[in-house]
């Protein structure tokens, strides 16, 4: 139904809207990114990666506790117990995997002999208070755990903004295909139009001559053939461009019968000699090291947690505290105080480490196979940018000998021409001469964009196709009543 519509548009002769702005590969990659809906994705990826971190430092707050109860205890000789308790207490970690502990209680016992009769005149009350504090000095010193997380958090965070930058390069890549294939598409249809023109011309001036007998009506029929086989050909490349500009007009969020005007910029010779500095910009630039490098620091994390995991663990720990006691019985009044203080060591040692083992040795094989992926990442680079300077220099060779030869068929044409109007050349070596001169300019408009092609995707490679693209930047702080996140274009 679609193509339906694309022909009818052609056949019908519609005109769109004049003066629209030309569109280099710059400017359709801004309009592009500042509409594509998948780039906001992305982005919420990094911030959702961004807020692991926060979670991961919450564990050095201080966590809450507290507890209250009634418990009624009996025996079969001794007095039963009514005990009412509450009790509370605070723990933090510190940074350093130390363990800070902040705990109290405080029971009211009702003492009762056999028969139920209280033995006490009022309650008996305990109070406790108590300060602990544990310190490893095996397994789990220097809180290698938290450094695992913490660099999880911060490698997260990093593969998210990886991604996002992958996803605008292959974005690029996609728009630079798209692209070039519509400057194609223009540069066949302004050589159509030129032969048509040109044919037009020698149509009436075969009419002409045929009116006074000198030309004869073969020659009008060759010219008019040819004339219908090119206006075939437009028609054909006129509906090719339509469905193109459906395509970017898609991309860039503008209405489907948009008209655009496609310029192809003029090309920056890069030069050959600067090979080195490329790689390195490429080097920086490249989101599958930045993924590569990511793993790497995994690894190396991974390597000193296992290898703390199979310590034994050894933990030192200090307490001081005191406890209060007093109650009122037929005897008199008593009240205890007890103070404490004192220092314990806790020791567990593992028998068997052999799944410590195994999971140190696949630390190390992931951080071998990091560190030889990004040898291979890189080597690819080099290969990569050396190969397409050297496609650029060729190019360029290719591109100016297509101009010669474009100046060649002129000439020839020219002398061809010239040479019919004295009745010394057939028609058909005329039409033939005209068509190698038409091959030879589609083959430098062509060339040119082949140029064009390899030095844009050596940008993309190097992030130098950014340098001019105003990149959206998205605020996801904000929150709307129903949960829903929106986003403030910055």
């Not at 769109?16 to 280099?24: D, K, N």
């Not at 982005?43 to 209250?68: D, H």
């Not at 009514?82 to 350093?96: H, I, T």
Request: charged content about 25%; aromatic content about 6%; cysteine-free.
């Amino acid at each position: 139904m679609v193509k339906r519509s694309l022909i009818a548009l052609l056949l019908s002769g519609l005109t769109f809207q004049a003066g629209a702005e030309p569109l280099t590969m710059e400017l359709i990659l801004q309009k592009v990114v500042n509409h594509y809906p998948s780039l906001k994705i992305a982005s919420m990826q990094v911030e959702k990666a961004s807020k692991e971190s926060s979670r991961v430092n919450s564990q050095f707050g201080w966590q809450l506790s507290g507890e209250s109860g009634l418990s009624h205890q009996t025996s079969m000789s001794g007095p039963a117990v009514n005990q009412v308790m509450v009790g509370g207490g605070a723990a933090r970690k510190l940074s350093s995997g130390d363990m800070l502990t902040l705990s109290g209680s405080l029971s009211r016992d009702n003492i009762t002999d056999s028969y139920g009769i209280p033995v006490q005149m009022d309650p008996a009350t305990n109070l406790s208070l108590k300060a602990e504090y544990r310190r490893s000095l095996g397994r789990g010193a220097d809180n290698l755990d938290y450094q695992l997380a913490n660099s999880q958090a911060e490698v997260g965070t990093k593969m998210a903004q990886a991604q996002e930058r992958l996803q605008y390069d292959q974005l690029a890549s996609q728009i630079l295909g798209l692209y070039l294939q519509a400057v194609s598409t223009h540069k066949q249809i302004d050589n159509v139009k030129a032969s048509i023109k040109h044919s037009q011309r020698l149509d009436k001036f075969v009419k002409s001559r045929l009116g006074l007998g000198i030309s004869e009506s073969k020659d009008e029929l060759q010219v008019d053939a040819q004339l219908k086989g090119l206006k075939a050909r437009l028609k054909g490349l006129q509906l090719q461009w339509v469905q193109q500009e459906v395509s970017l007009n898609r991309l860039m969020g503008l209405p489907w019968d948009t008209h655009l005007e496609i310029e192809l910029a003029s090309t920056n010779h890069l030069q050959h000699e600067l090979l080195e500095s490329y790689v390195e910009e490429a080097i920086g630039h490249s989101p599958e090291l930045v993924l590569i490098d990511s793993e790497l620091k995994l690894a190396e994390t991974a390597i000193k947690t296992k290898g703390n995991n199979r310590k034994d663990t050894f933990d030192l720990v200090g307490f001081v505290g005191n406890r209060f006691a007093s109650g009122d019985t037929a005897l008199g009044s008593t009240s205890i105080t007890e103070p404490q203080i004192g220092i314990r060591i806790e020791y567990k040692k593992s028998l068997d480490h052999s799944g410590y083992d195994a999971e140190l040795s696949q630390a190390y094989l992931d951080r071998s196979i990091a560190l030889q992926k990004r040898e291979d990442a890189k080597e690819t680079i080099h290969y990569n940018i050396a190969s397409l300077l050297a496609e650029i220099k060729e190019s360029k060779t290719a591109y100016k000998a297509a101009q010669l030869s474009m100046q060649s068929e002129q000439a020839k044409l020219t002398e061809a021409e010239q040479r019919y109007r004295r009745g010394r050349i057939e028609i058909d070596r005329l039409i033939q001469f005209e068509s190698q001169l038409t091959e030879s300019k589609l083959v430098v408009a062509l060339q040119q964009v082949e140029l064009t092609k390899r030095e844009q995707q050596l940008n993309i490679v190097r992030g130098a196709i950014w340098k001019n693209i105003d990149l959206p930047q998205y605020d996801w702080s904000a929150q709307s009543g129903d949960g829903q996140f929106m986003s403030t274009a910055k």
